[in-house]
């Protein structure tokens, strides 16, 4: 098994910042890629942005340009730097994680981040 803990969801104005943070433990020998979904209320699950163990990166079209992935693969974390803020940027964020052949899917608990307008 694989646990995954996150931090730095919170409460922020629009056009402010936050950073995520989410690091892996247990079974985490042949962990491919982590990233991150997102959940507003009332709305399906929604990838926010994804990073491979060789650091290429892919992002919703709605974040492209505001939000930054990055990992630190000795540390097992992945980061999700998130600048400009905007109201519809709220929501309960998961970090993922894959691992193995099977790309078995691992997920943390979920923070929320919510942007007032």
């Known amino acids: 098994q694989v646990q995954l803990v996150e931090s730095g969801g919170g409460l922020v104005q629009a056009g402010g910042s936050l950073r995520l943070s989410c690091a892996a433990s247990g079974s985490i020998f042949s962990i491919n890629g982590m990233g991150w979904y997102r959940q507003a209320p009332g709305k399906q699950r929604e990838l926010v942005a994804g990073?491979?163990?060789?650091?290429?990166?892919n992002y919703a079209d709605s974040v492209k340009g505001r939000f930054t992935i990055s990992r630190d693969n000795a540390k097992n974390t992945v980061f999700l730097q998130m600048n400009n803020l905007k109201a519809e940027d709220t929501a309960v964020y998961y970090c993922?994680?894959?691992?193995?052949?099977?790309?078995?899917?691992?997920w943390g608990q979920g923070t929320q981040v919510t942007v007032s307008s």
């Open positions: 993922y994680t894959n691992r193995g052949t099977t790309y078995t899917k691992y």
């Open positions: 990073i491979t163990s060789g650091g290429s990166t």
